[in-house]
């Protein structure tokens, strides 16, 4: 069961860094497409590819076995970044624990965090992006300053309001990401690790883990009271 819910949190609430960065690169072009242009077979290869690329390989063969992946129904004009989640498979006996209705929260909590995450790494590209171009308007800088001064001042001032802007954006997300990640999900998850070692029975057991999502619900603004704040 441990291993299971451990799984869970590295893969679905995305705990496995580097496995996310790497499936971010190589899914890109692919869930840029329109939602109806994807295939959830064509998916499940990237994701595969990325665990065998990254640490995630080194998970025993039933977690990787287990990890898939789930299309939501698409509606137009959406792309395939709104429709796709990961899953992990569910049998019995664990669907007593982890029950539909709290994969339906699994799925809430990644669809948010693999929100975040795409945006800081979208940044991160911006910001390779603009070097590259900075690096470029240096080396052209000498003949537009003979020609157009006040074009080289411009383009100069311009490149520095996008840079402080993309700045101010990553730190934003970085502060997110880092919150929920450091004070929501690991806290709930030491507090699941200490729940589950005083339980005495599986309703103890299942009511600890229903409090484990619950807690990161309420810290990720998921919660249905947190509605009104987002």
Not at 146 to 151: K, Q, Y
Request: charged fraction near 20%; include cysteine.
């Amino acid at each position: 069961l441990g291993e299971h819910c451990l799984a869970l949190r590295q893969f679905v609430l995305l705990g496995q860094g580097d496995f996310v960065e790497n499936l971010l690169d190589a899914a890109g072009p692919e869930l840029s497409k329109g939602a109806s242009e994807v295939y959830r077979h064509h998916l499940q290869g990237i994701v595969e590819m990325a665990v065998r690329q990254t640490n995630a390989q080194f998970w025993s063969a039933e977690v990787l076995a287990r990890l898939g992946v789930k299309l939501l129904r698409p509606s137009s004009g959406e792309k395939a970044w709104d429709i796709f989640l990961l899953d992990y498979a569910i049998d019995s006996p664990l669907h007593v624990v982890f029950t539909p209705s709290a994969m339906q929260q699994y799925d809430r909590a990644f669809a948010f965090l693999w929100k975040l995450r795409r945006v800081a790494h979208e940044l991160a590209s911006c910001w390779r992006e603009q070097m590259a171009l900075q690096r470029h308007l240096v080396a052209c800088g000498h003949k537009i300053g003979h020609r157009a001064p006040e074009l080289r001042l411009e383009m100069r001032q311009t490149m520095h309001k996008c840079t402080c802007l993309r700045n101010e954006m990553h730190h934003f997300v970085q502060n997110i990401h880092s919150y929920i990640m450091c004070e929501v999900v690991e806290t709930s998850w030491a507090k699941l690790q200490a729940g589950w070692q005083d339980c005495l029975d599986l309703d103890q057991v299942i009511a600890e883990h229903q409090r484990y999502l619950a807690c990161i619900e309420e810290g990720a603004f998921l919660a249905r009271r947190a509605e009104p704040i987002l």
